[in-house]
């Protein structure tokens, strides 16, 4: 994948030469500085990263088609900026190592019996069908590359609830009595407001025919729940980036809150009193990845291809394995990673020595085991997709109504 | 309690009465061919506000009058003749504007006058909530009486984008995605029911018209092709009742989609397409063939409204709502 040098310039790049570039917009999901680095190196063009929160990437990627040549998002918000005509269908005939990416991600499911989950499963928004919807039948074009995804839960304190050895971890916690005052949901309407939708029917307070598309009485229902809580004083906030959730516990501000694994490994002293949970009725699952932006064509086009390709190499799968993220294509991964790190991360082993996340701090502690084990045994438990459901622009509106009221504290 | 006007013409929706102008000056030549008609302008010359004026160029489009061109406005004369865009000012013109059709855009106080305006604003609003109409307000913001206020609402509940709630105050939307869907099913029921019966009373020369300006033509939309689908295919069938419904059925839906479009969603290009086959089969097969197709298309095209749904989303609040729109 190495570039050759100019021939016009056998002995060193005429300054007036302008480098090749990749732009890419994405989240802190995957516009990491150390993945940047090492694919400027391997590729040997400039890739710029422009880092924004969930929503504003959603909106100007539907909207600014012409300011990124790569898309790095979630698959749920396909529905957004397909549907805007911002992107172009990737080749897969061009994706060196595409048979090397799991059923997980092509097929659905992690088996053939494994529960799909409610909501929109990657695979629904993976294939190009004809009419230029998106769905699950296999073809050779594809909207997004999938890369990276997790099972997301949230995390307690152990302090409040126990270590969940004797009861269980419940989403219900997150809108549990116990908490109250307490509570911090993430901002994002296609990801806390499913958090909580979970919380709801999990407490047995709402109960929804499809939780991964609700009817307007069903929404209606659950921010009637939620505004009733928020005038109560449960929630004390509400975050966009791992940084600010990381605050809030830095703080001591929560007791149950919506988590991204990242995050857990920044939390110092609280580390030891708050924890990710394993909940009983399993996890809220996303998957990531990236896309081509409309524009791109020649010679921007291939380089959009190398980076794709280099997404799978292994180093990058590394990289967001020590914030706790899966690689669609594991088995460059697993090389990629030293022994106990993979045992660590994908196995559910005890750490047998301290780990360092991406940018060289310790993160986990020698002994330490991810909750919920093994790759396998979490992704057989995904109880629901991050989803842009139909009723989507009229949850979205009624989330982020409540979020401001949360975030002004009204009575 | 008002007194009944005289002129027949005021009675008359106002894009109605400027189409009739534009028309009959380009068919005198008054205005050449090649003139960009802009809407502003056009506005001010006919003492109306924009939204008229482009229904009116809507209509002249669809005659093929005038047509759209890579700039902004419409180019005066029939697509695809290369005609070179002539840019002056439509006042310098000597445009003639019949004297009843004059005062009856000067008379103020026909609820028609106003109703384009107001539904435009009213179907924008419902995609980003549910908002009470304030009759007080609406009334100064036209600077009419409350009884035209009236004529305004009952009209915009009659095409069903309003309704009264329990405390008797008017209420738009939200538009949900179910109003959507319930709306195409209607539409793939009564639609191709409706083409069926209209066959025999189709003019086939105006239907292959279209069907070959579809590709050579850059300027026909889909909006249009739909249109005329309604009005040489649809509304010939002998139904009255029928055909009122499915037009009744469409309003909401019509209204909604020219908001989207204002707000840069963007356009549809796969229907072109559809729209093609529907109309070759319109004119060379038995009209069931079109009929099972065009249930086909509705499904397609709620699926994509559906999504259009969703990608609004996107837009934020800060796009303006007219005075007389309360949040709820």
Redesign the interface.
Known sequence: MALAPPAAAPLAAPPHLPRRRLRVRGTSITLLKEVRERAQADLGFDVDYELMDFITC??QA??QPEGYDIYEQCFHNL??VW???ALQPIDTDRIADWNKITDLSKEGGISKYAWRGHGDAPVRKLYVQP???LGPKQGRYISMLPTVHNMDSFGFDTRVFGHGDVKRPSWAWLLDRRAKGRIALVDE?AIGFFDAALAAEAGAEVQFTDIGNM??AEIDALMALLEDRRRQGYFCASWRTGEEAAQLLLDDRVSAQSMWSPVYGHLGKMAEVFVESAPVEGYRAWHGGASLSRHLGGAQLDMGYDYLNWWLDGYAGAVMARQGYYMSAPERTKAALAPEEWAYWYEGAPAARDLLGPSGDVVVKTGARRAGGTYQDRANRIALWNT?M?????A??SWDRFIRRVNEGQK | MTLRPSNPLAQEPRYELITQVLRSNIASGALPAGLVLLEGPIAALMQSSRIPVQAALRTLALEGLVHRFVGRGYLVGPPYQDIAPLRRDIAAFDLKIPQQVDDALQTRGTWKHFYDEVEEQVALCQVFGEFRIVETELADYLGVSRTVVRDVLSRLQERGLIAKNASSHWIAGPLTARTLREKFELRAILEPAALRLAGPYIHHSQIEAFRDRIGPDPTLKPEGLEAALMTYCIAKAPNTALVEMIQTNQMLLTSVNRALTGLGLPEDEIALDQYRTLFDLIVRHPIDSAAEYLRDHLQIMAAKNLARMKIVAVISETVGFAPYLAVQ
Do not use: L, S
């Open positions: 959603q909106r539907a909207m529905d957004i549907f805007w005509g009419g230029g919807f309407p009817t307007i842009v139909e009723e989507y622009n009229y979205a509106r």
